[in-house]
């Protein structure tokens, strides 16, 4: 641990809700072929043609209303939860977006020029496997220190969707919401094209080849997004004693035409009100820190939508941010790193 500095990653945002710079942040994101998984020249037409001519217009919009003194919500928590962790430990801890400032090039640059670090234990932060996540965050960091021949080994902090450590801060994190009188509860993920589970499949036989796929053991579920996500509900729900007929996961913020994991939490939110549910509550496992897609999309869009659809509340839990039951295990893992 002497020798090893760590490196957190998160997504990133903008440098303002301004239409150029979300214009400029779009562009950054969606030309990674990890994230719209085309060649080359089929991306750069799907961005230019469907994507930048409005997207970023009715971005803004959403990033203005979510934006703070301390700038994207997104990238404040990540360095709140960076400066906690650093007080606990005496290992050096950076903080990077995968897409924007603070950015990843700098972060492992300063990391590497101290004399006494050895390693880079890179701590993406992100539950769950994806490759327009996790997979895209390794390779950039694996150039980097390759382009800058920095004198450092890397080592990848695996995912932790199921472990119960993981899932001891959750349900505490969510304690106060839970104890409230509530209907149902909805597990909402960002979603991914069906095509990411089935390109990352190492069996290339058993990802979404049947209803019941992600209940089967298969070395394919390493990489199985779905698999992952359903992972952490059934442990949350074990854990904080959910019953079956009250809880739903759903897929949040799908872009494109392609077919995305379904069902999409925008139809099932719908659907509760029209059964005559009232009281909901949204949690969303995928993000560690609240964002736009915690924040806009639920917090304030799927609120208006299930109001409207004769629902009489719902509230969105707050992801795990700085809770001290998570910036405790963050430092643990980064003092102590699970094994593949
Ligand atoms: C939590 C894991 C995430 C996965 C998996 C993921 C996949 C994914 N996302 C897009 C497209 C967009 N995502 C956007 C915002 C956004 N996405 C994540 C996380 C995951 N994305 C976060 C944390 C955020 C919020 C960023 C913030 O600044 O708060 C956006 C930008 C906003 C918008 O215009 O809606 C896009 C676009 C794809 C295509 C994808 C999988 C292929
Ligand atoms: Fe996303
Ligand atoms: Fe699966």
Redesign the pocket.
């Known amino acids: 641990m002497k020798n090893t500095g760590a490196l957190l990653v ?5 440098d303002s809700p301004h239409e150029h710079d ?1 214009r400029n ?2 562009n950054d ?2 030309m990674d072929g990890h ?2 998984d085309m060649p080359w020249l089929v991306r750069r037409l799907i961005v230019s043609l469907f ?1 930048l001519p409005k ?1 970023p217009a ?2 803004a919009k ?2 203005a209303s ?1 934006w703070t003194e301390k700038g ?4 404040s928590i990540s360095k709140d939860l960076q400066e906690e962790v650093q007080k606990l430990t005496t290992m050096p801890v950076e903080l990077a977006m995968r897409y924007g400032k603070p950015d990843m090039e700098s972060a492992l640059v300063r990391l590497a020029s101290k004399p006494e670090i050895k390693e880079v234990l890179l701590f993406p932060l ?1 539950p ?1 496997y ?1 490759m ?2 996790v997979k895209t965050v390794v390779e950039r960091a694996e150039k980097i220190i390759s382009t800058h021949k920095l004198p450092v080994t890397l080592k990848v902090h695996p995912v932790f969707y199921d472990h119960n450590a993981y899932i001891e801060a959750l349900v505490e994190s969510a304690k106060d919401y839970l104890e409230k009188e509530f209907d149902h509860i909805v597990f909402s ?5 069906e095509r ?1 589970i089935r390109k990352d499949d190492c069996t290339g036989s058993h990802c979404l080849q049947s209803d019941d796929c992600c209940q089967k053991a298969s070395p394919a579920h390493q990489t199985c ?1 779905r698999h992952q996500v359903y992972r952490t509900t059934a442990c949350f729900v074990e854990k904080a004693d959910i019953p079956v007929d009250k809880y739903t996961v759903a897929f949040q ?1 799908r ?2 035409r392609d077919k995305w994991l379904e069902p999409s939490t925008s139809s099932i939110i719908k659907s509760l009100a029209q059964q005559g549910i009232k009281k909901v509550l949204v949690i969303c496992p ?2 560690v ?1 609240d ?3 915690t924040l806009e999309e639920i917090g304030m869009e799927a609120k208006e939508d299930f109001i409207t659809a004769g629902g009489e509340s719902l509230e969105l839990i707050p992801c795990l941010n700085t809770h001290p039951a998570w910036t405790k295990l963050v430092t643990h893992w980064l003092e102590k790193p699970l094994q593949n």
């Open positions: 998160n997504l990133g945002s903008p979300v942040y779009l994101f969606l994230v719209i994507v997207r009715q971005s959403a990033y979510v994207s919500p997104l990238i992100y769950h994806a327009s996540t993920y960002h979603g991914v094209p990411h997004y913020s872009l494109g995928a993000f820190a964002c736009l897609e």
